[in-house]
């Protein structure tokens, strides 16, 4: 036993504890760790979309970076997108989106970031997800690109 008087608060060694963390930064701070797991569990594509674009730059091609997506286009990124049936001018995989040219990517940006936020929901199941919701739609009579419910959000959403 001591004969000092019990302390009523505890030892703070020099230090202030500081003001408490608003709401705020909390939210920030899960939002902040929302985007993060978002573009992790994108990333399998993203690493797809990159080897692409890396593709596109050793063969002319030209890249930026731009809302929060590496865009890439010409060279052989352009060779590619005029080899699928549906000849896009654009396209999205992860948080990368291709395209046939600049002025494309600006006039498809908007869309293509809706299928941004869909790989950051549906993360590696996207790609599958979405061409068996093309084969389905296909099989009951529609447009396999067109009707898809991932074009049909995106389109609705951005045009
Ligand atoms: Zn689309």
Known sequence: MTDQAPRSTPPTHGLS?????SPNKHLLAIAALRKTIAVLWAS?????????GLIGLA???RVQFRDGCLEFWGGGVAWLLRRFPVRPVAMCLGHVVLGLDAAY????GRHERVHVRQYERWGPLFLPAYGLASLI???R???AYRDNPFEVEAYNEAG
Request: positive net charge.
């Open 137 to 139: 739609v296909w099989w």
């Open 44 to 52: 399998p594509n993203t690493g797809l979309g990159v080897t692409v």
């Open 105 to 108: 990517l600006r006039r498809c």
């Open 17 to 21: 504890p500081g003001p408490k963390p």
């Open 141 to 143: 009579g529609g447009r």
């Open 59 to 61: 063969t002319g091609g």
